[in-house]
């Protein structure tokens, strides 16, 4: 049963939970650590169930993680931990937001965000570490202004 769900900003002895969500997800973990001030979690009790980071680049925000666990998944944890990111960043003065995705495409074109072609890629994005290093030239990018 899930208990009430809280988003929360992250505690840095709660990054390991982070990141074996992000590894059991085969997503990116090792260097999450470098968003930590950005990072929010969602906990069911006093637990982990999901969590979503973000990238400051003046009025540009990047989304290089985003996760929740596969048992809590189509339980709306997803859109929690959306509404809280998107509102931080709106807060911390971004109005264009970047992200790349290998399997989420639906749920954020449902979002409102429209894919752009790699060699359309805002530099921004292109910067990134997710751009540069992790993400398959098969990933889908991602653009919506706020």
């Given amino acids: ?5 809280t988003i929360r900003a992250l505690h840095a002895e709660e990054l390991p939970r982070v990141q074996e969500l992000l590894r059991a997800a085969s997503l990116p973990a090792d260097d999450i650590d470098r ?5 929010l979690v969602a906990l069911s009790g006093v637990t982990i169930i999901g969590a979503v980071a ?23 944890i997803g859109s ?10 709106k807060q ?4 264009r937001v970047g992200l790349m995705t290998d ?9 409102e965000f429209a894919a752009v072609k790699r060699e359309e890629c805002p530099e921004f994005i292109r ?15 991602m653009i919506k202004n706020l």
């Avoid at 911390?92 to 109005?95: A, E, K, L, P, Q």
């Avoid at 399997?103 to 979002?111: G, L, N």
């Fill in 1 to 5: 049963m899930l208990n009430s769900i």
């Fill in 35 to 39: 968003h930590a001030a950005n990072i």
């Fill in 54 to 76: 973000f990238e400051n680049h003046g009025a540009d925000g990047f989304i290089p993680s985003f996760v929740v666990d596969a048992e809590f998944r189509n339980s709306k």
């Fill in 80 to 89: 929690k931990l959306y509404e809280a990111i998107m509102e931080r960043m």
């Fill in 92 to 95: 911390s003065g971004i109005t």
């Fill in 103 to 111: 399997t989420a495409e639906r749920y954020f074109a449902k979002q």
């Fill in 127 to 141: 910067n990134t570490t997710e751009f540069r290093i992790y993400c398959a030239s098969s990933s889908t990018i």
